[in-house]
């Protein structure tokens, strides 16, 4: 058999170092390259398909720095924490704690700045998808679930590796008193795909005397090796895939975990949004009572100047208005708070001075049966197949820990070849290779720990399939509910219409026979037409929240890749923005 002979080329270590740092650079490019193909393929089978993936967007993420000189700055961090005589603190006067001055901060408090930019409710979901700290954790899990099915498919692609050992002293080689031994391993290694394992490997080896009195100048050796291991029982089949197996399921139901977020995050956007209209809806009217308030008010001063009416009346009038400007800054209040924390959830600074601009959804009331609304959910929703597969993912646990009870039955084998005078190159001898073959058997004796596991998998598997019937229950209860608040909406709504018609023809009564009534009877009509209509945009938002709910409850929503809602064939939605109403 003839030899082979491979010429190694001299590296330098710097050279070394510059080769390394390259194939460091160019694996991460790969690892990127590689998650985001993942994402994109499992994306494309929900219904937005790879246009809603995320990208590993490397340039937004930190690289490592250098740790400090000393463990100092880890120990012992900068604390600030005044005395009470250092802190600021500043009272105001009497003449800025009087009623007018306190109305009137308010009042120019709930003007918006002149610079303040306004801020549509498509304007604040896009806006949410690209800045929420809640979208931006979620595309983040989802790229770590890719991740991980990258370093699962490495475990079965050819690894590379190199391990180089320096040792010198006495005793490592009969020939020489002391001496220095240099040892560079080189080689491959690949995990077969049911079962096993092989692995070529080029050892080179150099020992060299220390003390120089023995003559000669050393060895020099290479060796071939191919070391083969194939399971027959234990650890054989597609039990060996499992961990590649798990972690690509585990990213389909990342992808459906993501878009699900998606829907929920939109949801949950809009309510917001529409709950912050609500609270401007309530401040106009509360302004528009306290204005009412304060001519009931000037009405019973004029008449106590006439002598037409008692003073108590006119005092009756006056604390009626008190009241409604101290609720009209309540109002105010909420409202600034609610903004504050509408603008922090979908990521925007709280400094930042903006507008919300007034808008009421129209969507039309689904028809459908509470059977209908079951299947639905059933048969739609993403986190209801979820919770199926990972019930499969419970019974085949089941297998994998019986199959740990099995003997361990390997078939193995190795190749060696050497070359004891190496010089100028390696010479391999395959004439003269040293090869072995045989079986190894583990018998099962001790299999206790196996036995438990395999236990512990049976009574997992029954507790993931009655956790599996309660999501199924919970999820058909959940869309029946959902359907009957849209129910109780509508009929809150009609309720809540008709209050205001009586409200108003009240206080049409009354001013048309003023004489009639007292300040009391004046304060009342104008409070009940204020809760009146404050009840009915209520209920006009429970409406819209309901549907909404409703088509995620059922597995029916859909958000399109700008993160907006999509209307369903058949669904007109419609939206009185700031007036005008406009169709989608």
Same mark, same amino acid.
């Given at each position: 058999?003839?030899?082979?002979?491979?010429?190694?080329?001299?590296?330098?270590?710097?050279?070394?170092?510059?080769?390394?740092?390259?194939?460091?650079?160019?694996?991460?490019?790969?690892?990127?390259?590689?998650?985001?193909? *993942?994402?994109?393929?499992?994306?494309?089978?929900?219904?937005?398909?790879?246009?809603?993936?995320?990208?590993?967007?490397?340039?937004?993420?930190?690289?490592?720095?250098? &740790?400090?000189?000393?463990?100092?700055?880890?120990?012992?961090?900068?604390? /600030?924490?005044?005395?009470?005589?250092?802190?600021?603190?500043?009272?105001?006067?009497?003449?800025?704690?009087?009623?007018?001055?306190?109305?009137?901060?308010?009042?120019?408090?709930?003007?918006?700045?002149?610079? #303040?930019?306004?801020?549509?409710?498509?304007?604040?979901?896009?806006?949410?998808?690209?800045?929420?700290?809640?979208?931006?954790?979620?595309?983040?899990?989802?790229?770590?679930?890719?991740?991980?099915?990258?370093?699962?498919?490495?475990?079965?692609?050819?690894?590379?590796?190199?391990?180089?050992?320096?040792?010198?002293?006495?005793?490592?080689?009969?020939?020489?008193?002391?001496?220095?031994?240099?040892?560079?391993?080189?080689?491959?290694?690949? /995990?077969?795909?049911?079962?096993?394992?092989?692995?070529?490997?080029?050892?080179?080896?150099?020992?060299?005397?220390?003390?120089? #009195?023995?003559?000669?100048?050393?060895?020099?050796?290479?060796?071939?090796?191919?070391?083969?291991?194939?399971?027959?029982?234990?650890?054989?089949?597609?039990?060996?895939?499992?961990? %590649?197996?798990?972690?690509?399921?585990?990213?389909?139901?990342?992808?459906?975990?993501?878009?699900?977020?998606?829907?929920?995050?939109?949801?949950?956007?809009?309510?917001?949004?529409?709950?912050?209209?609500?609270?401007?809806?309530?401040?106009?009217?509360?302004?528009?009572?306290?204005?009412?308030?304060?001519?009931?008010?000037?009405?019973?001063?004029? *008449?106590?100047?006439?002598? /037409?009416?008692?003073?108590?009346?006119?005092?009756?009038?006056?604390?009626?208005? !008190?009241?409604?400007?101290?609720?009209?800054?309540?109002?105010?209040?909420?409202?600034?708070?609610? %903004?504050?924390?509408?603008?922090?959830?979908?990521?925007?600074?709280?400094?930042?001075?903006?507008?919300?601009?007034?808008?009421?959804?129209?969507?039309?009331?689904?028809?459908?049966?509470?059977?209908?609304?079951?299947?639905?959910? *059933?048969?739609? /929703? *993403?986190?209801?197949?979820?919770? $199926?597969?990972?019930?499969?993912?419970? $019974?085949?646990?089941?297998?994998? @820990?019986?199959?740990?009870?099995?003997? @361990?039955?390997?078939?193995?084998? +190795?190749?060696?070849? +050497?070359?004891?005078?190496?010089?100028?190159?390696?010479? &391999?001898?395959?004439?003269?290779?040293?090869?072995?073959?045989?079986?190894?058997?583990?018998?099962?004796?001790?299999?206790?720990?196996?036995?438990? #596991?395999?236990?512990? @998998?049976?009574?997992?598997?029954?507790?993931?399939?009655?956790?599996?019937?309660?999501?199924?229950?919970?999820?058909?209860?959940?869309?029946?509910?959902? %359907?009957?608040?849209?129910?109780?909406?509508?009929?809150? !709504?009609?309720?809540?219409?008709?209050?205001?018609?009586?409200?108003?023809?009240? %206080?049409?009564?009354?001013?048309? #026979?003023?004489?009639?009534?007292?300040?009391?009877?004046?304060?009342?009509?104008?409070?009940?037409?204020?809760?009146?209509?404050?009840?009915?945009?209520?209920?006009?938002?429970?409406?819209?929240?309901?549907?909404? +709910?409703? !088509?995620?409850?059922?597995?029916?929503?859909?958000?399109?890749?700008?993160?907006?809602?999509?209307?369903?064939?058949?669904?007109?939605?419609?939206?009185?923005?700031?007036?005008?109403?406009?169709?989608?």
């Amino acid at each position: 058999m003839a030899r082979v002979r491979v010429i190694a080329p001299r590296i330098t270590p710097l050279a070394a170092a510059v080769l390394l740092a390259g194939c460091a650079s160019q694996q991460l490019d790969e690892v990127t390259i590689r998650t985001d193909d *993942l994402v994109r393929n499992r994306n494309a089978g929900l219904a937005d398909g790879v246009r809603s993936a995320p990208d590993l967007e490397t340039d937004i993420y930190p690289k490592g720095r250098p &740790f400090p000189d000393g463990p100092e700055t880890d120990l012992s961090p900068e604390t /600030r924490d005044p005395r009470a005589e250092d802190l600021p603190f500043t009272p105001k006067t009497q003449a800025q704690n009087e009623a007018e001055a306190i109305i009137e901060r308010i009042r120019q408090l709930a003007q918006a700045p002149a610079d #303040a930019e306004p801020l549509t409710l498509d304007a604040a979901i896009e806006f949410a998808g690209t800045h929420a700290v809640e979208y931006t954790g979620a595309e983040q899990t989802y790229l770590l679930a890719a991740l991980s099915v990258v370093t699962a498919q490495r475990l079965f692609e050819p690894r590379f590796f190199n391990d180089t050992s320096f040792t010198a002293g006495q005793g490592l080689d009969p020939r020489y008193d002391a001496a220095m031994r240099a040892v560079n391993d080189f080689g491959v290694r690949k /995990r077969l795909p049911y079962g096993g394992e092989v692995t070529a490997r080029f050892i080179a080896e150099m020992t060299r005397s220390l003390d120089g #009195a023995t003559s000669g100048q050393g060895v020099e050796s290479a060796t071939f090796v191919l070391d083969g291991r194939i399971p027959l029982l234990q650890g054989a089949g597609a039990v060996a895939r499992e961990p %590649l197996v798990q972690a690509q399921r585990d990213l389909v139901y990342a992808s459906r975990s993501f878009e699900s977020f998606r829907r929920d995050f939109l949801v949950s956007v809009i309510t917001d949004y529409l709950d912050l209209v609500l609270q401007l809806n309530a401040i106009a009217n509360a302004e528009r009572g306290v204005e009412l308030n304060r001519q009931v008010e000037e009405r019973e001063s004029a *008449l106590v100047a006439a002598g /037409r009416q008692e003073p108590f009346q006119a005092d009756l009038a006056r604390q009626a208005t !008190l009241f409604a400007l101290d609720d009209l800054a309540a109002q105010q209040e909420s409202y600034r708070l609610s %903004l504050d924390r509408f603008k922090v959830r979908i990521g925007m600074d709280a400094e930042r001075p903006i507008v919300i601009v007034p808008t009421e959804l129209q969507l039309p009331v689904p028809d459908a049966s509470q059977d209908e609304a079951v299947r639905y959910a *059933l048969d739609f /929703r *993403l986190d209801l197949q979820t919770a $199926r597969d990972q019930l499969e993912d419970s $019974r085949r646990r089941i297998d994998l @820990a019986e199959n740990g009870l099995l003997p @361990a039955l390997d078939l193995v084998g +190795n190749i060696r070849t +050497n070359d004891p005078q190496l010089a100028d190159g390696v010479n &391999f001898d395959f004439s003269e290779a040293l090869y072995t073959a045989g079986v190894n058997l583990s018998l099962p004796l001790d299999r206790v720990d196996e036995s438990v #596991a395999l236990r512990a @998998a049976q009574v997992r598997y029954a507790q993931a399939e009655r956790q599996y019937q309660r999501t199924l229950d919970d999820a058909a209860v959940g869309v029946r509910r959902a %359907l009957r608040e849209i129910d109780r909406a509508r009929f809150s !709504l009609l309720l809540q219409d008709r209050n205001v018609e009586i409200a108003r023809n009240r %206080l049409a009564s009354i001013d048309a #026979a003023p004489d009639r009534a007292t300040a009391r009877d004046r304060t009342e009509a104008v409070s009940g037409l204020r809760n009146a209509q404050d009840s009915r945009a209520r209920a006009s938002r429970n409406l819209q929240v309901a549907i909404l +709910n409703y !088509l995620n409850a059922a597995g029916i929503l859909r958000v399109a890749p700008e993160g907006r809602l999509q209307p369903l064939p058949g669904m007109t939605v419609g939206e009185v923005v700031g007036g005008i109403e406009s169709r989608k």
